[in-house]
């Protein structure tokens, strides 16, 4: 009588294993946090934290150059108080796909009085449209919106 309870709770425990793994499997990375879902309804290239944009490029009032040599972007204000540069350290060679890790080497400044932040942090990929890249740092909360074709003349 033992002995069938106890393989009965192992059967039903695995059965349960099994159904939440695979309810885990998921082609998308969604629901990282609140606020990674809020930043993958921005649209505009830019640096965001939690739901705020810290650089949004404006073409009015912004730059936006970038440095296959160096892989990098760069994009400020006319008057260079602000800006973000971004260095792609590692991500795959072949096409960059959703969930993949690029690591990025990220040196910005909020405003003129800011003193310069740089960091060096893995981002998921958690959304590609209308060639646009939205790549996430969960544990910065930081997000970055690129546009897609930089990537591919990095090779």
């Known amino acids: 009588m033992v002995k069938n309870n106890i393989s009965g709770f192992v059967a039903g ?4 294993l099994l159904v939440i ?9 969604h629901g990282l946090s609140v606020e990674s879902d809020n930043f993958e309804k921005k ?42 540069n971004a260095y792609f350290r590692d991500y ?27 960091l060096f942090l893995p981002m998921v990929l958690l959304k590609q449209e209308d060639k646009r890249y939205w790549l996430w740092s969960e544990e910065e909360k930081l997000g970055l919106i690129v546009d897609y074709e930089l990537f591919g003349n990095f090779g």
Not at 21 to 29: Q, R
């Open 92 to 118: 795959p060679k072949d096409l960059i796909k959703i969930n993949d890790v690029i690591i990025v080497e990220l040196i910005y400044r909020e405003s003129k009085s800011a003193t310069e932040t740089r």
């Open 43 to 84: 649209s505009a290239v830019g640096l965001v934290k939690g739901k705020n944009y810290l650089m949004q490029f404006n073409k009015e009032s912004s730059q936006y150059v970038y440095n296959f040599k160096h892989k990098c972007i760069r994009f400020q204000t006319d008057d260079q108080s602000r800006y973000v």
């Open 21 to 29: 793994s695979i309810a885990g499997c998921n082609e998308k990375t």
């Open 13 to 16: 425990t695995l059965l349960m």
